[in-house]
């Protein structure tokens, strides 16, 4: 049992780890007619996975590994929120896949594999842990983003992605090397307790912190390191853009708690990282939703929607205080799923032959589907912050975290907050315009599978029911916060 036990808090890794190979075999004995067996090892390794953190969870954090992996409450709250979410996008994804000859073994093991690197990050307490499941995670996802070969735009898309992110990963890496070099070790606890006994380097710090913070920008896809989201957005086949632009917040939100808060939180250097983040934060508000008003492609103005929603999510964490990351947490899981349901529709729109990532392309939905142009409304308002939606709430608790702050930056940073969050209300807006009240273009009918029309339904539904009762949801990432740091 003592061999055992030290294994019980990388258990869910263990197990998606072993699912894996065993759907690499399998998958090699599996035909393309019955391929459905290797879709449902999928989901059903993601449900193991889900009940095995359940079932291994515990409110005192736990450490194994040599202290270089940690199972704490919101590294439990984070990842059964990302077994929910690649489940679903698997769901949403199967007939867009099917249709584009993308139903093969490598969709869904990238899949997992780019899961199992969130998870490593989500609970990483050491630096060479975090670095190996960002880059397990990004080689998955720059390999599903050129899996459609014969795509043109696809191909160009991995590559512009694949060479910025590999200049970010180097920027990062570059950064642990002179934390390393500051504070002699890699271990984010002994880090923290490096910097507060006034043993480490300051001027190194300082520089390091620069890096570290240019890399996590990249993968928020944060101002100015925004480059590659319009860009990989469009690209990437839809299935593979959801995956991109949805699951993965959440593995950068648990990045940044561990390396600028826990690693790097002592007072000193707060004050650091809350000026880069300040102007990280107003950027991304300002470029994401100005820019994404001169968007015709859906899948490019939900790109910098994403960059204007980041800002949202940095402006809770530089408030620097354990209602602000709650906040935060709470933003992150919200953006997730308004941006699981508004994929979710395009790809429930889209058929073999065509992409329905215009905006065009949903006009006249209400005289198509009356429900679907619900779904999209609610979905839409979220995402502009219009009550009784989660999404006016997930922008209200940051914005009290951030006048709670009381620092001289608050009340400016939540003026141009709201300014700007009224300015990308706009191009919400329109696209509800555009299905209410325009003549529809596409006479096709909308015929989705049985488990995409009832997990749409629910998702959009949930916009609602959360934003109306969002206590539990809140509180759950609050204390998950207050008990892990």
């Not at 642990?176 to 001027?203: C, E, F, H, K, W």
């Not at 997730?336 to 992409?355: D, K």
Request: charged residues 10%; glycine residues 8%.
């Amino acid at each position: 049992m003592s061999y055992i036990t030290p294994l019980l808090p990388a258990y869910p890794e263990i197990l998606l780890l072993g699912m894996i190979c065993v759907i690499m075999v399998a998958d090699l004995f599996v035909s393309d007619d019955n391929r459905f067996l290797t879709y449902a090892l999928t989901q059903l390794t993601l449900v193991g996975c889900f009940l095995t953190t359940l079932l291994t969870a515990g409110i005192e954090p736990v450490t194994t590994f040599s202290g270089m992996f940690v199972d704490d409450l919101m590294a439990d709250v984070l990842k059964l929120m990302l077994y929910f979410g690649v489940a679903t996008l698997l769901v949403y994804s199967r007939p867009y896949i099917t249709a584009r000859g993308l139903f093969r073994g490598e969709f869904f093991v990238l899949a997992l594999f780019a899961t199992l690197g969130m998870m490593i990050m989500i609970s990483a307490s050491h630096l060479l842990t975090l670095y190996l499941g960002l880059e397990l995670f990004s080689l998955s996802l720059y390999s599903m983003v050129a899996l459609q070969r014969d795509s043109a735009t696809a191909t160009e898309a991995a590559m512009k992605y694949f060479v910025l992110g590999a200049l970010a990963s180097g920027m990062l890496l570059y950064g642990m090397s002179m934390l390393y070099g500051a504070t002699g070790t890699l271990a984010i606890a002994q880090l923290a307790d490096v910097i507060l006994t006034g043993n480490a380097r300051d001027p190194v710090l300082v520089f390091a912190l620069v890096f570290i913070v240019a890399g996590l920008g990249f993968k928020l896809g944060a101002v100015p390191f925004h480059m590659w989201v319009p860009d990989v957005y469009h690209g990437a086949p839809t299935a593979v853009t959801i995956l991109i632009g949805t699951v993965p917040k959440l593995a950068s939100f648990a990045f940044i708690i561990r390396l600028l808060v826990q690693g790097l939180g002592a007072e000193q250097l707060v004050a650091e990282w809350q000026q880069m983040l300040i102007v990280m934060a107003v950027l991304s508000l300002v470029i994401g939703n100005v820019t994404a008003i001169a968007q015709t492609n859906l899948k490019r103005m939900l790109a910098y929607s994403t960059i204007g929603h980041m800002g949202f999510l940095l402006l809770g964490i530089l408030s620097g205080d354990v209602v602000g990351y709650g906040a935060s947490m709470f933003y992150a899981v919200v953006y997730v799923l308004m941006n699981l349901g508004a994929f979710g529709m395009i790809l429930l729109l889209s058929r073999g032959g065509f992409e329905a990532e215009n905006l065009e392309d949903f006009k006249g939905l209400n005289q198509r589907s009356p429900w679907y142009a619900f779904l999209m409304l609610l979905l839409m308002f979220s995402m502009a912050g219009v009550p009784p939606t989660v999404g006016f709430y997930a922008k209200l608790v940051v914005l009290q975290a951030v006048l709670n702050a009381e620092a001289w930056w608050s009340v400016p940073l939540a003026t141009v907050a709201v300014l700007l969050s009224v300015i990308g209300a706009f191009y919400y807006l329109r696209l509800v315009k555009l299905m209410y009240f325009d003549a529809p273009t596409e006479a096709a009918p909308i015929a989705p599978r049985t488990d995409v029309r009832v997990i749409l339904s629910l998702n959009g539904l949930a916009m609602l029911g959360l934003g109306i009762f969002p206590e539990q949801l809140l509180a759950l990432c609050l204390s998950s916060i207050q008990l892990s740091l």
